[in-house]
C-alpha cells in the first residue's frame, strides 16, 4: 500500500447485525473485519447475510486508490446506507461477495 497506509482483513467471529427502524437488514456471525489507516474498523458482511430485497441500487459509486469502485444500495428513507466491491483490487479481494453498513452493532 502507499506510503504508511494499511489495510488488513481478519476474519471474524463475533455475532454483528445492522437494524434500522426496527428491521433487521443483515445478521452475520461470519463478517470480515477490514482495518485501513485513519478509519473505523469496519464489518463486511456476507451477501447472503444481508435483507438485500429490502435494499434498492443506487447510482452512486465512489473510488478508493486502495480498494477500487464501491457500488451502492439505499432504503427508502435513507440514501447510501450499504456499499460493496463488485471487483476489489487484488489486495483486498476477499472483500468481494459482502457488504458494508455504515452502522453495525456486535451483538456477540
Same mark, same amino acid.
Given at each position: 500500500?502507499?506510503?504508511?497506509?494499511?489495510?488488513?482483513?481478519?476474519?471474524?467471529?463475533?455475532?454483528?447485525?445492522?437494524?434500522?427502524?426496527?428491521?433487521?437488514? #443483515?445478521?452475520?456471525?461470519?463478517?470480515?473485519?477490514?482495518?485501513?489507516?485513519?478509519c473505523?474498523?469496519?464489518?463486511y458482511?456476507?451477501?447472503?447475510?444481508? #435483507?438485500?430485497?429490502?435494499?434498492?441500487?443506487?447510482?452512486?459509486?465512489?473510488?478508493?486508490?486502495?480498494?477500487?469502485?464501491?457500488?451502492?444500495?439505499?432504503?427508502?428513507?435513507? #440514501?447510501?446506507?450499504?456499499?460493496?466491491?463488485?471487483?476489489?483490487?487484488?489486495?483486498?479481494? #476477499?472483500?468481494?461477495?459482502?457488504?458494508?453498513?455504515?452502522?453495525?452493532?456486535?451483538?456477540?
Open positions: 500500500m502507499a506510503d504508511g497506509h494499511t489495510i488488513t482483513i481478519e476474519q471474524g467471529s463475533q455475532r454483528v447485525r445492522v437494524v434500522r427502524e426496527g428491521q433487521v437488514l #443483515a445478521e452475520s456471525s461470519r463478517p470480515l473485519l477490514l482495518r485501513e489507516t485513519g473505523p474498523v469496519r464489518y458482511l456476507p451477501s447472503e447475510d444481508v #435483507a438485500l430485497d429490502r435494499l434498492t441500487p443506487s447510482d452512486t459509486t465512489t473510488y478508493c486508490p486502495f480498494k477500487g469502485t464501491a457500488s451502492y444500495w439505499s432504503l427508502p428513507d435513507a #440514501a447510501d446506507v450499504v456499499w460493496s466491491y463488485p471487483e476489489p483490487k487484488p489486495e483486498v479481494a #476477499a472483500i468481494k461477495g459482502h457488504l458494508c453498513f455504515y452502522e453495525v452493532e456486535v451483538v456477540g
